[in-house]
């Protein structure tokens, strides 16, 4: 089967040894947040609790396990929300074991989480990521088809996770329209389709390096802070981060177009 092959919550992706279905029993909760442990390195009061997870899955949520044997290598947590008038399911979020990245898998869970909602009837799926995150803007914008037009200055706070850095936790929100084109074509072709960027907003490779040492986190900081600046401007004028380029370096670039770009194609 293809990645997003399978409906319904009781079906399951088997195109490897890993297979995807949902959680029901506690001792498959129990390990979600072992994992979240593993993936983020929390300390315990910042954790997504055991009971978030247990009340998503009675709720209307998804408590999405993907497992190699017995053993859960992935996970996905959404719980239902309601804005607007219309219900979506914000994903809250998605990790991947250590030994099992660069393979797939996230987009396979992300995929399972969207055939389980448009089983549902939902319509879109909403999460925040980080905006200096390179790889994972690529994969959310690139790889998913989503899109975001909304920017939240330091939504957590700072939070213990070295993979932040010590930095406010900026977040953009990423919309992800199940039954748009857009989305259909990445997950059919791996990749969005082509459009005319109106402006850009880049973030250099080292920004890693720079939010990993003390001496070197105010450069990131000051990357951050500009490029907060930048983003809310452009959303204010109606624009929409649509694509992401990264180039030969490691450099990531937000492409921002139209909101109207995004239904074209």
Same mark, same amino acid.
């Given at each position: 089967?293809?990645?997003?092959?399978?409906?319904?919550?009781?079906?399951?992706? $088997?195109?490897?040894?890993?297979?995807? #279905?949902?959680?029901?029993?506690?001792?498959?909760?129990?390990?979600?947040?072992?994992?979240?442990?593993?993936?983020?390195?929390?300390?315990?009061?910042? %954790?997504?609790?055991? *009971?978030?997870?247990?009340?998503?899955?009675? &709720?209307?949520?998804?408590?999405?396990?993907?497992?190699?044997? $017995?053993?859960?290598?992935?996970?996905?947590?959404?719980?239902?929300?309601?804005?607007?008038?219309?219900?979506?399911?914000?994903?809250?979020?998605?990790?991947?074991?250590?030994?099992?990245?660069?393979?797939?898998?996230? #987009?396979?869970?992300?995929?399972?989480?969207?055939?389980?909602? /448009?089983?549902?009837?939902?319509?879109?799926?909403?999460?925040?990521?980080?905006?200096?995150?390179?790889?994972?803007?690529?994969?959310?914008?690139?790889?998913?088809?989503?899109?975001?037009? *909304?920017?939240?200055?330091?939504?957590?706070?700072?939070?213990?996770?070295?993979?932040?850095?010590? /930095?406010?936790?900026? #977040?953009? @929100? !990423?919309?992800?329209?199940?039954?748009?084109?857009? @989305?259909?074509?990445? +997950?059919?072709?791996?990749?969005?389709?082509?459009?005319?960027?109106?402006?850009? &907003?880049? @973030?250099?490779?080292?920004?890693?390096?720079?939010?990993? !040492?003390?001496?070197? *986190?105010?450069?990131? %900081?000051?990357?951050?802070?500009?490029?907060?600046?930048?983003?809310?401007?452009?959303?204010?004028?109606?624009?929409?981060?649509?694509?992401? +380029? #990264?180039?030969?370096?490691?450099?990531?670039?937000?492409?921002?177009?139209?909101?109207?770009?995004?239904?074209?194609?």
């Amino acid at each position: 089967m293809a990645a997003g092959e399978a409906a319904g919550t009781k079906g399951s992706l $088997s195109t490897s040894p890993v297979v995807i #279905r949902m959680c029901h029993e506690l001792d498959e909760m129990h390990a979600c947040v072992t994992l979240q442990r593993d993936v983020w390195n929390f300390a315990d009061a910042e %954790l997504v609790p055991l *009971r978030l997870f247990v009340v998503a899955e009675k &709720i209307g949520g998804q408590v999405v396990g993907a497992f190699s044997g $017995s053993d859960l290598v992935g996970f996905g947590l959404a719980i239902p929300g309601f804005r607007n008038r219309h219900a979506y399911l914000h994903s809250q979020m998605v990790g991947v074991r250590k030994d099992h990245r660069d393979g797939g898998l996230g #987009r396979r869970i992300k995929f399972f989480q969207r055939e389980d909602a /448009l089983a549902r009837g939902f319509e879109l799926i909403e999460w925040t990521f980080d905006p200096l995150e390179i790889k994972n803007s690529y994969f959310n914008l690139e790889k998913l088809g989503a899109i975001t037009r *909304r920017y939240h200055l330091n939504q957590y706070g700072v939070t213990s996770s070295p993979l932040h850095g010590g /930095l406010p936790s900026d #977040r953009l @929100v !990423a919309e992800w329209w199940l039954k748009s084109k857009r @989305v259909i074509v990445a +997950e059919r072709e791996g990749a969005r389709q082509s459009f005319s960027p109106e402006r850009r &907003i880049s @973030v250099p490779a080292h920004i890693y390096d720079w939010k990993a !040492a003390s001496d070197t *986190r105010q450069q990131a %900081l000051e990357v951050q802070v500009q490029n907060s600046e930048v983003f809310l401007k452009a959303f204010q004028e109606g624009l929409t981060a649509l694509g992401y +380029e #990264r180039d030969g370096q490691g450099n990531g670039t937000f492409l921002l177009g139209h909101w109207e770009e995004a239904w074209k194609y």
